[in-house]
C-alpha cells in the first residue's frame, strides 16, 4: 500500500510539473496552434485528475497524511485549469465564448421516483407537522442536578423507541442520563463545568463548544469540535474524532453498572462491548504521524470511577 | 467552446457522471456510500478528509464524492462543484434537532451558481429507526416544494437494510442522463 501510493505520488508529481511547463510555455506557441494545445493540456488536466479519483480508494482510508497531499494537488490541478481558462479567454477570440450551454433551464420539476405524494385537495395539511416527541432536553440550567427520569415522556409514548437527546447551554451541571429510556443520538453544547453520564446509546455523541467537563458515554461514533480541558470516559465503536480541540484526555468507559445490566444496555444500542476505538482519537487538525498535541490517553491515577458511581447510586432509589 | 464543455464533453465519450454527496455530519452520507459499494458498514468512523467510489451503474460510470464535514477541507470541495452532474443530499431522518440546520444548509447550497442544472436526490435516511420522519415530512420541513431551479426527487432509504438506495441511484442516474447524454 505504502509503496502503490509512493509510486502514484511520484508519477503524479513528474505529470504535473511537465503539465505546468507547457502551460508557462503556451504564449511561446504560434497562435494557429494555440487551440490544439490548450485541448491538449485540457485532456491531460482530465486524465491526471481522474487517476487521481481512481487512486485515492485504494490509499489507505485514514492515511490522512496522503489524503491531505492529494487534496492539495487537485486543487493545484484546479488552479491550473483556472488560469487556462482565463488563458483561454485572452488568447482565443470570444466569440466561440458561451456559458448559456451550461445552464439546463430552471425548470422546477419534482419528480419523486416512487409514487408520487397524493396532492391532495381535500384536507389541508398546515404548517410542518413535526412532532416533539422523539426527543428531551435539558437547556440554559445552572449549578442543577439533571436526571433523564424526572423528565416526563410526551402523551402517548411507552418509551421503547429510542430518543435524541439535546443538552444545551449548562454550566457547573451533573447531567445523568441512565435511565430505561433508550437513546438515539446525543446532542452536546456549550456546557462549562458539567459532569455527565450517558449510557450506551444507539446513535453517535455529538459535542461542540464545551470546557472543563467530564463525560462519560457509550456510542457508535464520537464527534467532538471546539472544545477543550475535558475528561472522557468513552466506549465507541469506531475512531471518534476531534476538531479545533484541546486538552483532551480519554480512558475506556469503565464499569459504570453491574455487568448484567451494563451487558444489556450494550446489547439493546447494539454496541459491541469488546471494541473500544477510545485511544484511536483522530484528530481533524492534525494530520502527521506523530502524536497529536491536543489530546491524551489519561494515566491510571488519573482515572476516577467514583465519578460515575457517585452520580449513578443517587438515582438508585 | 469553455474549458467545462471540453472536460464534460470528454467524460461523454465514456458516459462518466459525478455526483456529490453532501449533508449535515452524522446524516450517514459514508454508510451510504459504503453500502452501496457492498463494504463493511459497522465500525464506520467520522469521514477525514474525504471518500470516492467509483461504480458501474447502468451503464454509466459513477464517480461518487463523500465529502466529510471537516472545517478546514470546507473550502476545498466548492472547486467540484462546477463539475459536479448531481447532488445526493442525506439527511438523517431521525435527527429532529437539526432539521432547521438542514433545511438552510440545503438551500444555501442551491444558490451555488456552479451547481446549477445538477441534478438533486434527497435521500431520507435511517427510516429503520422507529422515531424517523416519513419522507412526506422531510420534504415539508425542508421546504422541497420550493425549489425551482433544480430537477429533484425524495426518497426514503436505510444505509442500514439498504432499502431504495439504488433506487435513488437509479433515478439521479436517470434524470442525469436524460439531461446531458441524450441531448446530442
Ligand atoms: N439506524 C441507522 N443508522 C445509520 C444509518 N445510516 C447511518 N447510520 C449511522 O449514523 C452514524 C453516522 O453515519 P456516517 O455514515 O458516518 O455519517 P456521515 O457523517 O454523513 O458520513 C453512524 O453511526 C452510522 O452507523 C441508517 O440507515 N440507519
Ligand atoms: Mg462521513
Avoid at chain 1, 429510542?162 to 456546557?191: E, F, M, S, W, Y
Avoid at chain 2, 458498514?41 to 461518487?64: A, Q, R, V, W, Y
Wanted: proline residues 4%; neutral net charge; charged residues 25%.
Amino acid at each position: 500500500m505504502a509503496d502503490a501510493s509512493r509510486e502514484f505520488r511520484a508519477t503524479f508529481d513528474v505529470e504535473k510539473q511537465s503539465i505546468e511547463d507547457a502551460l508557462v510555455g503556451l504564449d511561446k506557441v504560434p497562435k494557429s496552434n494555440v487551440q490544439a494545445s490548450i485541448d491538449n493540456l485540457v485532456q491531460r488536466i482530465h486524465a491526471l485528475e481522474k487517476t487521481v479519483t481512481e487512486k485515492i480508494s485504494i490509499l489507505p482510508p485514514y492515511d490522512a497524511r496522503m489524503c491531505m497531499e492529494v487534496q492539495i494537488k487537485l486543487l493545484s490541478i484546479k488552479s491550473m485549469a483556472e488560469t487556462l481558462s482565463q488563458l483561454r479567454t485572452k488568447l482565443v477570440p470570444k466569440a466561440k465564448f458561451s456559458f448559456k450551454s451550461r445552464k439546463t433551464p430552471a425548470t422546477g420539476i419534482s419528480s419523486p421516483p416512487t409514487t408520487p405524494a397524493p396532492k391532495s385537495t381535500v384536507s389541508h395539511k398546515s404548517s410542518p407537522t413535526i412532532d416533539q416527541t422523539h426527543f428531551m432536553k435539558f437547556e440554559d440550567r445552572a449549578d442543577d442536578y439533571l436526571f433523564i427520569g424526572s423528565l416526563s415522556l410526551p402523551l402517548g409514548d411507552d418509551g421503547t423507541t429510542a430518543k435524541d437527546v439535546a443538552l444545551t447551554n449548562l454550566q457547573n451541571c451533573t447531567v445523568n442520563l441512565v435511565h430505561d429510556i433508550p437513546l438515539g443520538a446525543i446532542h452536546i453544547r456549550n456546557l462549562k463545568q458539567c459532569t455527565l453520564v450517558i449510557p450506551p446509546v444507539s446513535g453517535s455523541i455529538l459535542l461542540h463548544d464545551c470546557e472543563g467537563c467530564t463525560l462519560i458515554g457509550a456510542c457508535h461514533q464520537s464527534r467532538m469540535h471546539t472544545s477543550s480541558n475535558m475528561d472522557i470516559y468513552l466506549h465507541v465503536t469506531s475512531e471518534p474524532i476531534i476538531e479545533d480541540c484541546t486538552d483532551m484526555r480519554f480512558a475506556p468507559y469503565g464499569q459504570i453498572l453491574p455487568a448484567e445490566q451494563l451487558d444489556r444496555l450494550f446489547e439493546a444500542a447494539q454496541l459491541n462491548p469488546s471494541n473500544n476505538y477510545f485511544d484511536k482519537v483522530k484528530d481533524f487538525n492534525w494530520l502527521k504521524q506523530q502524536q497529536s498535541p491536543n489530546w491524551r490517553l489519561m494515566d491510571a491515577s488519573e482515572i476516577k470511577p467514583e465519578i460515575a458511581q457517585r452520580i449513578l447510586t443517587r438515582d438508585r432509589v | 467552446m469553455g474549458l467545462l464543455t471540453i472536460l464534460k464533453k470528454n467524460r461523454q465519450k465514456e458516459k462518466e457522471i459525478r455526483l456529490l454527496m453532501l449533508g449535515l455530519d452524522n446524516a450517514g452520507k459514508t454508510t451510504i456510500l459504503k453500502r452501496i459499494n457492498g463494504e463493511d458498514i459497522d465500525t464506520i468512523s467520522p469521514t477525514l478528509g474525504f471518500n470516492i467510489k467509483t461504480l458501474e451503474h447502468k451503464g454509466f460510470k459513477m464517480n461518487i464524492w463523500d465529502v466529510g464535514g471537516q472545517k478546514s477541507i470546507r473550502s476545498y470541495w466548492r472547486n467540484y462543484f462546477e463539475q459536479t452532474d448531481g447532488l445526493v443530499w442525506v439527511v438523517d431522518s431521525a435527527d429532529r434537532l437539526r432539521l432547521e440546520d438542514c433545511k438552510k444548509e440545503l438551500h444555501e447550497l442551491l444558490l451555488e451558481e456552479r451547481l446549477s442544472g445538477a441534478s438533486l436526490l434527497v435521500f431520507a435516511n435511517k427510516q429503520d429507526l422507529p422515531g424517523a420522519l416519513s419522507d412526506d415530512q422531510i420534504r415539508e420541513a425542508l421546504s422541497l416544494d420550493d425549489i425551482q431551479t433544480h430537477h429533484w426527487a425524495i426518497l426514503a432509504c436505510s444505509a442500514k437494510s439498504g432499502a431504495n438506495l439504488l433506487k435513488g441511484m437509479d433515478w439521479i442516474v436517470g434524470d442525469i442522463g436524460s439531461r446531458i447524454y441524450l441531448l446530442d
